[in-house]
């Protein structure tokens, strides 16, 4: 049974910078369902968008793969002994406990999961790369290096599908989806604190950028073509493809 995420259900005297630590591995998956509106949705298209990249005998990088959601699956997805799926986090406390996750399913295509940041893993015969809101935690001026990096791992036709929460480029708009996120998180038993807490938590944490931002930013690196097949309020994924 998943725990109630309760993290911020009490005022706080400082609310610190929001981390991936033992509290919030306790209650991620209970916290990803309430705060980002299509999650199953998004994983679940992971494994359908695997079964037209992925080729045998090649690579899948899950880079940021908090308790393997994504990784699984693309494990389930594909043909048996297709590929190898690594499943890297920076946190050491969801690694310890995506290792466990993995290892309580027999899996048709293996998921080794390693400890590390996402800007120093080796990416080489790759036919998928999966950052499944991620890249939004790594620093903006590192960004363009690591997604150059996957894109130089991937084989010709492989992909990269990049989910994120999105800025909308104008004040007013960006403050309506804002409104209408934070109305999906009431509607899903945050209150009124907790919604307020979690904001301050993030905000210098997760720093967002506009779709058109990222769209000119995988095109520098050589993808040859973007196509965001999901939106929902101020969140999106995105298969950016290797030609």
């Known amino acids: ?29 209970d916290m990803i369902q309430r705060s980002v509106p299509g999650y199953e949705t998004i994983v679940h298209t992971i494994g359908e968008l695997a079964k037209i990249a992925v080729t045998p005998n090649t690579v899948v990088y899950d880079l940021g793969c908090s308790l393997g959601a994504a990784s699984l699956s693309v494990a389930r997805a594909v043909p048996n002994d297709t590929c190898e799926i690594i499943g890297v986090d920076a946190s050491e406390a969801m690694v310890e406990r995506c290792k466990r996750v993995v290892q309580t399913f027999t899996l048709p295509n293996p998921i080794v999961i390693q400890h590390g940041f996402a800007q120093s893993v080796e990416i080489k015969n790759a036919s998928l790369v999966v950052m499944n809101f991620t890249l939004q ?107």
């Open 137 to 243: 935690f790594i620093p903006p001026a590192d960004r363009e290096a690591l997604l150059k990096r996957i894109y130089d791992g991937l084989n010709p036709g492989g992909m990269l599908v990049l989910s994120e929460k999105i800025r909308h480029p104008t004040l007013t708009g960006n403050e309506l989806l804002v409104d209408l996120h934070h109305q999906f998180k009431r509607d899903n038993g945050y209150s009124e604190l907790e919604v307020s807490q979690k904001r301050a938590a993030l905000e210098k944490v997760m720093l967002t950028d506009t779709f058109h931002e990222h769209d000119t930013r995988l095109r520098k690196v050589g993808f040859t073509d973007v196509v965001m097949w999901y939106k929902c309020y101020n969140f999106t994924s995105m298969v950016a493809i290797k030609g």
């Open 1 to 29: 049974m998943k725990k109630h995420d309760n993290i911020y259900a009490k005022a706080l005297n400082k609310v610190d910078d929001f981390k991936f630590d033992e509290s919030v591995v306790d209650v991620f998956p």
